[in-house]
């Protein structure tokens, strides 16, 4: 039919998905010179991002992660922080919130809708390494911080990270 491409050329895999975004938007992207300059931060809310695919989380969940970067103990159980290269269940302890500070110094608690639990990165068969495509064990990368200001209200504290999320998601 004219205009119409087969179908096999319109398909593509995950892992061939991945590539593209690490391409287009942190390696052999042509950046602008004000992308230049926040090179660090794409980095940081591709992290962000990748970790929330991998483990099903919520816009603000990453930030609850308790053994990021040191192990956590459980019932008994020493869960290797998500960093540790010898790390390969990559299990992630997640709290029932985390802290942020606003412009004055202030601390606010800002509580996950899911509460606490642990979380195993949902791996498909056909592409187990994906953690490592991804990146989200590199230590050097952070994860992004906000600092909301002063006079914030309770309800914007709330959708503060999934707000930030969703405009680097648009562009």
Partial sequence: MKGTKALENDIII???????????YLNDYELTNAQRRNIQS??????ACSINLL????ASEF???????????RGGYTFKALHDPDNNQNILVIDEGFWVTDTSG??????TKT?????RPMIHPDYPDLVEVMDVKNPLIKLPEMV???NSTAESLKFLYS?????????
């Fill in 163 to 171: 707000r930030c999320m969703s405009e680097r998601l648009k562009g």
């Fill in 106 to 111: 202030k601390k606010h608690w800002i509580t």
């Fill in 55 to 58: 483990y099903g989380f919520r």
């Fill in 63 to 73: 930030k609850a992660i308790l053994n990021l970067d040191e192990p956590v103990t």
């Fill in 115 to 119: 509460g606490k639990r642990i979380a």
């Fill in 14 to 24: 995950v892992g061939d998905a991945i590539e593209v975004v690490k391409k287009n």
């Fill in 148 to 150: 909301p200001k002063a």
């Fill in 42 to 47: 794409r980095k940081s809310w591709m992290k």
